[in-house]
Nanobody, 120 residues
Framework: QVQLVESGGGLVQPGGSLRLSCAASGGSVFNFGATTWYRQAPGKQRELVASISRGGSTNYADSVKGRFSISRDDAKNTVFLQMNSLKPDDTAVYSC?????????????WGQGTQVTVSS
């Protein structure tokens, strides 16, 4: 019943910014666990980009540190990835993974992914 709906991807020029959203909907969520953003470019392995723990601590890949910021708004059931100073190498499909306490148990959910293209 629970779904993760991602939005915010698109085409942006180098140096520009995008904000990705990952919203949980369709069920009763009683608690929010860790969330991780991943990305995968064609022909490359999936890469961990950023994560936020249940307690709010954050971690980032070295390649995005200082440019990306992960945050959470529990009232909106949404996790965000703010991406600044974007580079062509950031081009990839971005997906979120969330641990949610739903219907009496912890479950892991994936979003379908959203395309980010950085090009002049």
């Amino acid at each position: 019943q629970v779904q993760l709906v991602e939005s915010g991807g698109g085409l942006v020029q180098p140096g520009g910014s995008l904000r990705l959203s990952c919203a949980a909907s369709g069920g009763s969520v009683f608690n929010f666990g860790a969330t991780t953003w991943y990305r995968q470019a064609p022909g490359k392995q999936r890469e961990l980009v950023a994560s936020i723990s249940r307690g709010g601590s954050t971690n980032y890949a070295d390649s995005v540190k200082g440019r990306f910021s992960i945050s959470r708004d529990d009232a909106k059931n949404t996790v965000f990835l703010q991406m600044n100073s974007l580079k062509p190498d950031d081009t990839a499909v971005y997906s979120c993974n969330r641990n949610l306490f739903v219907s009496g148990r912890w479950e892991t959910y994936w979003g379908q992914g959203t395309q980010v293209t950085v090009s002049s």
